[in-house]
């Protein structure tokens, strides 16, 4: 039978209270094992579900099974595949027996939810666990204007990667003009927070975008080497390498309400998208159907081009909700602009489980910042296009 997963624990907070009570908690219940000690025990896989020996015995969750497959080169699609009972067990005991295998897995530990007992992920011996409690205290002792002045907005832990995120309460932009005249379109910027303690990211500080009339959240890659620390290197300099590391972004915070201009300032129009070459990056967002991606792939030369023009130009009705569909058709707007289009895929966002809907928001941010970054291409294409 196919292994069984555990689910990966999700936690949405509404105020910061709530989360520092449960970071504080999930420091107590988060803890590591050492692969080596389990091996010495000569630890198996049993029942198609659990990893140990003697008295300690795990269960994997998605996320944790995805790491331990990752780490030590196993293919999850096929192990989870495999049907017959005890099948797996058998062929992951038959793996990790030999020699090279385990002396790899001697430089490894489990992340271990301790209640449960359930591995939420693996990580290396001379990886720098930080959990999300030291992480918020550095941020309330370093930076205690952003943490006590920004505006908390819904943030979220999934297994154990946190998403914290604040607004500014000075930072917006919003001003649109169209054929009805003048009228607001507010964004609110802030900060996106990012933490893990199973491996599977760096801290990361990113721009967030809150657009109060879709209530969507938009989140942008600070760039450069500014924004991110990874979970490595000696504990005494830990900390001043995050601090070093947030500095600059906050310093830069309002440069992204001119971003948002710019946006705003660029007429959405697939096919001086496409021919610009965005279509892969609209793609990497929320990607074809497999019907689709099988008829794109038959096409060669310009009848791609056609079609990705076609299929994109569908996106705001296939992916837009009531409210992107109503900024689309404005008064207020002479055209629809690219802001309005990268609404289109934060507001699919907000429908999605949370942890996708990260990935969206993070990988909308990715498209809106390739767009800001080709905007004199896109004007230029546009301004042909017209003559």
């Known amino acids: 039978m ?5 689910a990966a624990e999700v936690r949405k907070f509404n105020n910061f209270a709530e989360i520092e009570q449960y970071v504080s908690e999930e420091e107590e219940r988060v803890i590591t094992v050492p692969l080596e000690k389990l ?4 630890a198996s896989f049993a029942e198609d579900q659990y990893f140990g020996a003697r008295s300690s015995w795990f269960r994997f969750t998605e996320d944790g099974f995805k790491s331990f497959c990752s780490v030590f080169s196993i293919p999850f699609k096929f192990i989870s595949s495999l049907q017959e009972l005890d099948l797996a067990s058998k062929a992951l005991n038959d793996y990790i027996r030999q020699s090279e295998v385990r002396e790899k897995m001697r430089r490894f530990q489990l992340v271990v939810d301790k209640p449960s007992m359930a591995v939420l992920g693996v990580t ?3 990886y720098r666990q930080y959990s999300n409690k030291e992480f918020i205290e550095v941020l309330k002792n370093s930076f205690p204007k ?3 002045e920004f505006k908390f907005t819904p943030s979220y832990v999934i297994n154990t990667k946190l998403y914290l995120r604040v607004l500014s309460p000075d930072i917006e932009v919003g001003l649109v003009s169209g054929l009805g005249g003048t009228g607001t379109d507010v964004s609110k910027i802030g900060l996106q927070f990012c933490n893990s303690m199973v491996g599977d990211s760096a801290i990361k500080i990113s721009f967030f975008v809150y657009r109060l009339v879709c209530a969507n959240g938009l989140v942008m890659p600070a760039g450069g080497s500014s924004g991110k620390v990874i979970h490595s290197g000696s504990e005494d300099t830990f900390e001043k390498r995050i601090t070093a590391s947030v500095r600059p972004v906050l310093m830069r915070i309002k440069s992204v309400a001119s971003w948002i201009t710019d946006l705003n300032g660029i007429e959405y129009n697939p096919k001086v998208l496409v021919e610009a070459g965005g279509a ?7 990607g074809l159907s497999r019907s689709n991606a099988k008829i794109r792939k038959s096409l060669k030369g310009k009848a791609i081009t056609q079609f990705d023009i076609e299929v994109i130009s569908k996106y705001p009705e296939w992916y837009g909700g009531d409210l992107s569909r109503r900024v689309f058709d404005s008064i207020f707007r002479s055209n629809q602009s690219m ?5 289109v895929f934060t507001e699919y966002a907000k429908k999605l489980p949370p942890r996708r809907q990260m990935e969206v928001e993070e990988k909308t941010g ?6 800001i970054e080709n905007k ?4 230029a294409r546009h301004t042909r296009a017209e003559s």
Do not use: C, G, M, R
């Open 376 to 379: 004199k291409k896109l004007d």
């Open 366 to 371: 990715e498209l809106a910042k390739w767009i």
């Open 124 to 126: 290396s011996l001379s």
């Open 39 to 42: 091996l010495n025990n000569n």
């Open 2 to 6: 196919p292994i069984k997963l555990q």
């Open 146 to 148: 952003t943490i006590n």
């Open 280 to 286: 892969k990056k609209v793609y990497d967002v929320i």
């Open 339 to 343: 802001f309005d289009f990268i609404n």
